[in-house]
């Protein structure tokens, strides 16, 4: 395998002899890899893409050029504050190997990462580093390429929906009626949402997509947030999009999965921190967008609860799962979330309110 990999790094235009190449983090998406070279030679990130996931890779790798180019040129550090994507030597931004699509970023050294925001301080920091993210895009004006059709979009969720509703492929429906009536009692609620969106009312910009803790990088040596990084989900859509993604993960007192419901609620004191830090960034954002930052948090949750749910009716095709109901189990905490965010709502909107004077 290492020779393998040599052997595909080799075909990128990098400074140095490698020395070696290790795995780095999980791979649940990605298969990732560290390559160390010889000497002063920088450092690389080395991954396979996976095409299932995103099956427009040459697309995707358009947009991260794209997009870091434009950070590169209004930031003090630009090797340090965005990704630096290293070309291959015939100068596609990727290799292809077989069905596999590899590509190469510089490594960033002297920093570090988290796995979860578990202080206010923490979901402060991930604010800022969204908020950040958005900020220096805001006047990005090229077209992105669409790399996961329908992404957040709950007009296409609703298509999906409805099919395998009507399918019911392993016969689950039946079983349903509660969970499914969750779905439908708030249908148009999220329509409402979404047509705003439509009708650019809520304008959309360069949004990243996976706003999670572990995909902001630190500055070792200050703490300071240094930039955003996996950048494949970086679509046009609207910024609200990447603050409810945030609120949905940042907030929640119990796991994604928890088959606990007592655990679960949405802690206000994240969803502030969060927020001012987002905020305290993020000057942007029109009347409309303000208007509605709060309810996105529901809006994201209620997509996740659906499907969840579509994913365990149509027999688990598209979440790995630890057990036979995992999905379902995951449908009921995620519900258990968005029920503790309306039920927060008027305080919610009333930090957004403040915090936005």
């Not at 560290?34 to 697309?59: C, M, S, W």
């Not at 009507?166 to 349903?176: I, M, N």
């Not at 305080?347 to 957004?352: L, P």
């Amino acid at each position: 395998m290492q020779n393998k990999l040599i052997e595909i790094a080799k075909q990128f235009a990098l400074e140095g002899e490698i020395v070696t190449i290790k795995p780095l983090g999980e791979g649940f998406i990605n298969d990732t890899f560290v390559v160390t070279t010889e000497g002063d030679a920088p450092n690389y990130i080395l991954q396979r893409k996976n095409h299932i996931v995103f099956p427009d890779v040459p697309g995707m790798m358009d947009n991260i050029l794209a997009v870091t180019n434009h950070i590169k040129s209004k930031v003090a550090d630009p090797m340090r504050e965005t990704l630096t994507v290293v070309p291959a030597k015939d100068g596609k931004l990727y290799v292809k190997d077989g069905e596999n699509f590899w590509a190469v970023c510089l490594f960033i050294a002297d920093t570090s990462s988290y796995d979860r925001a578990d202080s206010p301080e923490l979901a402060y920091q991930g604010g800022v580093g969204i908020g950040r993210f958005q900020a220096l895009l805001a006047d990005f004006d090229k077209p992105l390429n669409e790399t996961i059709k329908g992404f957040h979009n709950i007009r296409h969720r609703f298509n999906q929906w409805d099919a395998t509703i009507a399918a019911d492929p392993v016969g689950r429906v039946k079983e349903l009626e509660e969970e499914i009536g969750w779905i439908e009692s708030r249908r148009e609620e999220m329509m409402k949402f979404w047509s705003l969106v439509e009708d650019g009312t809520i304008p959309t910009h360069v949004t990243h997509n996976d706003t999670k803790i572990s995909n902001i990088l630190f500055d070792r040596p200050t703490g300071k947030v240094l930039c955003a990084i996996d950048l494949d989900t970086v679509m046009s859509s609207t910024s609200l999009n990447d603050f409810g993604d945030a609120i949905r993960s940042y907030t929640n007192t119990g796991a994604e999965d928890d088959p606990n419901l007592d655990n679960v609620s949405m802690s206000i004191e994240m969803f502030r921190a969060y927020a001012e830090g987002y905020l305290s960034e993020q000057k942007s954002l029109c009347a409309s967008e303000l208007e509605w930052l709060a309810f996105s948090g529901r809006y994201i949750t209620y997509e996740q609860v659906l499907r969840f749910l579509m994913d365990y009716i149509d027999g688990d095709k598209y979440y790995k799962t630890a057990y036979a109901d995992h999905n379902l189990v995951r449908t009921r905490a995620q519900y258990k979330l968005l029920r503790s965010m309306e039920e927060q709502y008027a305080d919610m909107c009333a930090i957004i309110k403040e915090l936005s004077k």
